[in-house]
């Protein structure tokens, strides 16, 4: 089965073509516009500019990933939320328009099925794919969710953050530390700066909390760590090393603040994802979402599930973990959801 997936509920304007194979899905072709460099200014997503750029974006993002074999596709899919109301719109009513005039079936699709699903996505046949049942964990810039997947069709919510996002949490941290918008690669970047000489000499001074480690429960919080940054970086105004202008202090030690929130979010969530391991006995464990990109979480995830035999770990190729409509394509084909042109986007909609 062939799809032409749509992906546009943020800030960027995403089109794949992909099919079946094997138990998994394939890539034919994945084109993603972003309009991130104009959100860069204002230090945050402004949906109105978001939306304006999805409608001038839409047309040749899927024209490209079409390719002219719009024939061959069996099906148009869509994400239809959660996102921003404006910029799911473009996505939605371009797939409805298509549907009607190629007269392609439509299939709807949860973004952050999406995410999960990335974990799907193989160059061959023979390559492996998660087996079920497995525990998810989902991180974006506005989900913290950890999800069993008992089988394709019957997922469950089983815990995730009571407050901030994991992800929203690294770009709020960045603004702190006055990085660019979106912070989350540019927290990674700087902790990945900091030499282990540094660390060693400074990083006991630069403690932060790790909130609800030792809680036996699968609840995350996320605000308290920012609040303990912001109160950190308003100390090193004092002593002068933040904001200073000149010098190397203030990268160094802003580089070590990086690098201790990084390491001290990545505990929270992989001892909160081992503790569900511990609880669902799972044969997979996969990570997902954009924030899934970071060395740290990727690695040390790896790392403590491989110790466990008899648990495989997952996790998207780089390019499939932020926004991208392959993902959509993959969950379409593997979950499917036929609907109809009345279709609306759910901005709310719950990642189970
Ligand atoms: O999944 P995504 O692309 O969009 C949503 O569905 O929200 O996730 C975006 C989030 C942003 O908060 C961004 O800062 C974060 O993922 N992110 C990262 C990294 N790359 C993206 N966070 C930490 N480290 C990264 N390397
Ligand atoms: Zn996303």
Same mark, same amino acid.
Not at 20 to 48: D, N
Not at 127 to 137: D, N, S
């Given at each position: 089965?062939?799809?032409?997936?749509?992906?546009?509920?943020?800030?960027?304007?995403?089109?794949?073509?992909?099919?079946?194979?094997?138990?998994?899905?394939?890539?034919?072709?994945?084109?993603?516009?972003?309009?991130?460099?104009?959100?860069?200014?204002?230090?945050?997503?402004?949906?109105?500019?978001?939306?304006?750029?999805?409608?001038?974006?839409?047309?040749?993002?899927?024209?490209?990933?079409?390719?002219?074999?719009?024939?061959?596709?069996?099906?148009?899919?869509?994400? +239809?939320?959660?996102?921003?109301?404006?910029?799911?719109?473009?996505?939605?009513?371009?797939?409805?328009?298509?549907?009607?005039?190629?007269? *392609?079936? /439509?299939?709807?699709?949860?973004?952050?099925?999406?995410?999960?699903?990335?974990?799907?996505?193989?160059?061959?046949?023979?390559?492996?794919?998660?087996?079920?049942?497995? /525990?998810?964990?989902?991180?974006?810039?506005?989900?913290?969710?950890?999800?069993?997947? *008992?089988?394709?069709?019957?997922? %469950?919510?089983?815990?995730?953050?009571?407050?901030?996002?994991?992800?929203?949490?690294?770009?709020?941290?960045?603004?702190?530390?006055?990085?660019?918008?979106?912070?989350?690669?540019?927290?990674?970047?700087?902790? %990945?700066?900091?030499?282990?000489?540094?660390?060693?000499? +400074?990083?006991?001074?630069?403690?932060?909390?790790?909130?609800?480690?030792?809680?036996?429960?699968?609840?995350?919080?996320?605000?308290?760590?920012?609040?303990?940054?912001?109160?950190?970086?308003?100390?090193?105004?004092?002593?002068?090393?933040?904001?200073?202008?000149?010098?190397?202090?203030?990268?160094?030690? =802003?580089?070590?603040?990086?690098?201790?929130?990084?390491?001290?979010?990545?505990?929270?969530?992989?001892?909160?994802?081992?503790?569900?391991?511990?609880?669902?006995?799972?044969?997979?464990?996969?990570?997902?979402?954009?924030?899934?990109?970071?060395? =740290?979480?990727?690695?040390?995830?790896?790392?403590?599930?491989?110790?466990?035999?008899?648990?495989?770990?997952?996790?998207?190729?780089?390019? +499939?973990?932020?926004?991208?409509?392959?993902?959509?394509?993959?969950?379409?084909?593997?979950?499917?959801?036929?609907?109809?042109?009345?279709?609306?986007?759910?901005?709310?909609?719950?990642?189970?």
């Amino acid at each position: 089965m062939k799809i032409l997936a749509i992906e546009s509920t943020c800030d960027e304007t995403a089109a794949a073509l992909v099919e079946t194979c094997g138990g998994g899905v394939k890539v034919i072709r994945s084109v993603i516009a972003s309009s991130v460099e104009m959100h860069q200014k204002y230090g945050g997503i402004v949906p109105e500019v978001a939306a304006r750029e999805q409608i001038r974006s839409i047309i040749p993002v899927i024209t490209e990933a079409v390719g002219g074999e719009v024939s061959s596709v069996e099906a148009i899919a869509v994400s +239809y939320g959660p996102g921003l109301m404006g910029s799911l719109l473009v996505g939605v009513e371009t797939a409805k328009v298509l549907s009607w005039t190629q007269k *392609k079936k /439509i299939l709807k699709v949860n973004h952050m099925t999406g995410h999960v699903l990335a974990n799907w996505i193989v160059e061959g046949e023979n390559e492996e794919v998660p087996k079920l049942p497995a /525990i998810g964990l989902v991180v974006s810039g506005g989900h913290t969710d950890l999800i069993l997947l *008992k089988t394709m069709k019957d997922w %469950q919510w089983i815990g995730g953050t009571r407050d901030d996002a994991a992800g929203e949490a690294f770009d709020k941290v960045a603004r702190l530390l006055e990085l660019p918008y979106p912070g989350g690669p540019e927290i990674d970047k700087a902790a %990945q700066q900091v030499s282990e000489n540094d660390w060693e000499k +400074y990083h006991s001074e630069y403690k932060l909390p790790r909130p609800l480690i030792n809680d036996p429960g699968l609840e995350m919080s996320f605000s308290g760590l920012k609040a303990a940054v912001s109160r950190m970086v308003e100390n090193e105004k004092v002593t002068g090393w933040i904001p200073d202008q000149v010098g190397n202090d203030r990268n160094t030690k =802003r580089n070590i603040i990086a690098r201790e929130f990084s390491e001290a979010a990545t505990e929270v969530l992989t001892k909160k994802t081992l503790l569900a391991v511990e609880k669902y006995k799972p044969k997979s464990v996969i990570l997902a979402g954009g924030v899934a990109a970071n060395k =740290r979480l990727r690695e040390r995830l790896k790392l403590e599930i491989e110790k466990l035999s008899e648990v495989n770990f997952f996790v998207p190729e780089l390019k +499939y973990c932020g926004d991208n409509a392959a993902m959509i394509g993959a969950a379409a084909i593997l979950r499917p959801e036929e609907t109809t042109l009345n279709l609306r986007p759910e901005p709310s909609l719950a990642t189970v």
